[in-house]
């Protein structure tokens, strides 16, 4: 059993910052790749950010230079701090990971979802 546990969502103004993290724990060997992605009433769920396993950070053009992606191997967590929130940023935002069980089979594994919600 694999639980991936989010927190730090919740109301901002626009120009505040927040900050999400995640946790991954339970039956994982390793895990390849972390991320967030989220999804706004109406639309697809898309990618955010994403950080893998000692490789370079991928984010979505919206919030380059805004969002910072990061993570800590031994812990199994992924953050993602976001700076300069938009109304465009309101969605639920869910952690990503893409592990390994110790039998060597991967999966893809979300968590539950934040909301984030910038308003004035």
């Known amino acids: 059993q694999v639980q991936l546990v989010e927190s730090g969502g919740g109301l901002v103004q626009p120009g505040g910052s927040l900050r999400l993290s995640c946790a991954a724990s339970g039956s994982i060997f390793s895990i390849y790749a972390m991320g967030w992605y989220r999804q706004s009433p109406g639309k697809q769920r898309v990618l955010v950010a994403a950080?893998?396993?000692?490789?370079?950070?991928n984010y979505a053009d919206s919030v380059k230079g805004r969002f910072t992606i990061s993570r800590d191997n031994a812990k199994n967590t992924v953050d993602l701090q976001m700076n300069s929130l938009n109304p465009e940023d309101t969605a639920v935002y869910s952690c990503?990971?893409?592990?390994?069980?110790?039998?060597?089979?991967?999966?893809?594994?979300w968590g539950q979802g934040t909301q984030v919600t910038v308003s004035s």
């Open positions: 990503n990971a893409r592990y390994s069980d110790y039998n060597g089979y991967w999966y893809n594994y």
């Open positions: 950080i893998p396993r000692g490789g370079s950070t």
